[in-house]
């Protein structure tokens, strides 16, 4: 996105001063800048507070960071406090926007729309592949199956040496050791994905759900969780892949509905999207996963972060940043930081919601 003009950003400050007390919930301020001709600071920057999936946090770190060294005199700050969190911030007006890997409940958007005196929208933003890590040095390029996934995170396989296991990696000496799992605690979107998946191919015997009803032990946080595996030989757990990737943890090849294991990886994740549809209506866009169609090429265990926003009057700066997230280069870099790019037909719908072009 091109630099803002000093007339566009006045144009901002001056909306957001008229925003009045939801500008001000949002936590827009006004800081200094130095104008372009080298004149003294003037009190026209605006910052912004929004928070949530803790998914898209390596994303969001990039975004935040680019945006600020682009646009020096704007600020945005975002706390990644899960996703479940993040809603009840946006809910009760603490932040201007939030991150959330599922969609909102009937309830929450409701509630939601309340706040916004309208309707709160939901704008898919990051593709964020979950990954299965594990500690196990003895087996490289570990090959899990659905089944065998639900039997480790529901207890019921309890050794590495396990008869599933050593079914869906032939050729491996697997240790006669115990499997220490661990998972989410509290509420999680990754938890909610990753047993929708289970639920749908592998015999999940639980509701999908935000909360935990597995095995294992609970841990808070995506950085919570690459460090027990870090450190705690003989476990397995997920987490989202660019947190995997930064600690550089094994990540298992999960077999997909085409019958294939496939590793994980930007490319693979984003194949997924091809099994997915869109709802386009008053929620904004919402997918919907069908993880029974074998799409060839795929890592099957993905969740879409959605960026939720009020619709009919969100802060100009929410949109200033997001246009700029959705744009060419917000979505370019994305796999460096373990995310996959949004579909170009996708992408265009977000970019049409936020009024953004590039």
């Known amino acids: 996105m091109a630099r803002l003009t000093w007339t566009a950003k006045s144009v901002l400050v001056t909306a957001l001063v008229l925003a009045g007390g939801a500008a001000a919930a949002a936590g827009a301020v006004f800081l200094s800048m130095s104008s372009e001709d080298g004149a003294a600071p003037e009190p026209v920057v605006a910052w912004l507070h929004a928070s949530g999936s803790t998914a898209q946090k390596g994303a969001m770190d990039a975004w935040t960071g680019e945006f600020e060294r682009v646009h020096p005199e704007l600020r945005v700050v975002y706390e990644a406090n899960g996703s479940d969190r993040g809603i009840e911030d946006f809910i009760a007006a603490r932040s201007a926007f939030v991150g959330s890997d599922v969609p909102m409940t009937p309830e929450e958007q409701t509630r939601a729309d309340r706040r916004c005196g309208g309707r709160a929208e939901h704008l898919p933003m990051v593709v964020s592949p ?98 027990v595996l870090q450190h705690t030989r003989d476990s397995i757990g997920y987490v989202e892949y660019g947190f995997a990737g930064s600690a550089r943890l094994s990540t298992a090849d999960v077999r997909n509905p085409a019958g294939e294991f496939v590793a994980l990886s930007p490319e693979s994740a984003g194949r997924a999207l091809q099994g997915a549809t869109v709802e386009s209506g008053e929620r904004g866009l919402v997918l919907t996963f069908d993880h029974r169609r074998p799409v060839p090429g795929a890592y099957p265990i993905v969740q879409v972060t959605y960026e939720i926003i009020c619709a009919g009057r969100a802060d100009p700066l929410v949109r200033a940043f997001l246009g700029y997230a959705a744009g060419d280069a917000g979505q370019s870099y994305l796999a460096l930081y373990g995310y996959a790019p949004l579909p170009h037909d996708l992408l265009a719908q977000v970019r049409g919601r936020l009024g953004a072009t590039s």
Do not use: K
């Open 130 to 227: 979950v990954a299965v890590a594990y500690n196990l040095t003895s087996v490289p390029g570990l090959r899990l199956s659905p089944a065998t996934l639900t039997g480790i995170f529901t207890g019921r396989l309890t050794r590495w040496d396990a008869r599933e296991i050593a079914a869906d990696n032939p050729g491996h000496r697997l240790p006669a050791t115990r499997i220490h799992v661990f998972h989410r605690s509290g509420q999680s979107g990754t938890t909610q994905n990753l047993t929708e998946f289970l639920r749908a191919t592998g015999g999940w015997p639980h509701q999908p759900s935000r909360t935990w009803t597995g095995a294992g032990q609970g841990v808070t946080s995506s950085s919570g969780m690459t460090q």
